[in-house]
């Protein structure tokens, strides 16, 4: 995306009357053998895997609670969520805490791999032929040679 500049300031030496917008940073984690990547702003933390306590009746993908600080958080397992064959966990596994909709939760991944920053140009939206577990798709990035799935928080992390 291209934000013209105002026409009472000077461009910057070396701009033609035109700035990028700014990149996002965004946490990255391996999760079924694929990239993902969510918006750190919505990260509080990332914690090893630990033990949880299982919540009878609940959904599937709901491994559990666990307590982080005094509060009770849910647990979410995203492969299941995403339709993913259940992974190995070892102790590269690792539980984002997010905040979707100001709720507290946590989804268990794989691994995390870092923090990249991504121009929104680069996000573009998933591909149509994407049947399953699109509806938690924001969109796809590109960095690069690698290819970024950007989840749709509110969606993935709902119980």
Known sequence: MKVPLSESAPAPEGVDGEIHAQEIEMLSFR???EEYVLPVD?????????????????????????????????????????????????????IIIISPDDEDAGIMVDRVTGVVRISPDA?????ETVEQGAEFLKGIARKGERLYILLDLNKAAGS
């Open 31 to 33: 999760l079924g053998g």
């Open 42 to 94: 919505d990260v509080r933390e990332v914690l090893k895997s630990r033990e949880l306590t299982i919540v009878p009746n609940s959904p599937p993908h709901v491994l559990g609670v666990t307590s982080i600080r005094g509060r009770v958080l849910p647990v979410i397992d995203l492969g299941r969520r995403l339709g993913l064959p259940p992974a190995v966990r070892d102790e590269k596994a690792r």
């Open 123 to 127: 996000i573009r939206p998933a591909p």
